[in-house]
Nanobody, 123 residues
């Protein structure tokens, strides 16, 4: 059974930073694409960032490019999302997910999801 456990969310002022972590178990981590998605109240879930199994390829949605960085430590089965220059519109529940597909933005290609961690950005 694959399990993903996110942590690191919280309340931060606009312009601040947070680092999310997601620890995975039950799947060969180093060959799996890992992604971060988010869902704000009343909105659909949206893609944020993804990283290939090796870590050499990354992809970001336009609204976070230059502010967020996705990375992974395969020795620790952990993927990270460093979020800098946070904006009010970044407020959402953030989910990590794993996919057997090569790096992808498509949520339906991710087959296991974490429980989510709340990120709230205040003014």
């Amino acid at each position: 059974q694959v399990q993903l456990v996110e942590s690191g969310g919280g309340l931060v002022q606009a312009g601040g930073s947070l680092r999310l972590s997601c620890v995975a178990s039950g799947r060969t981590f180093s060959t799996s694409t890992m992604g971060w998605f988010r869902q704000a109240p009343g909105k659909e879930r949206e893609f944020v960032a993804a990283i290939s199994g090796s870590g050499r390829r990354t992809d970001y949605t336009d609204s976070v490019t230059g502010r967020f960085t996705i990375s992974r430590d395969n020795a620790k089965n952990t993927v990270y999302l460093q979020m800098n220059s946070l904006k009010l519109e970044d407020t959402a529940v953030y989910y990590c997910a794993t996919s057997s597909f090569f790096i992808t933005r498509m949520a339906d290609r991710y087959d296991y999801w974490g429980q989510g961690t709340q990120v709230t950005v205040s003014s």
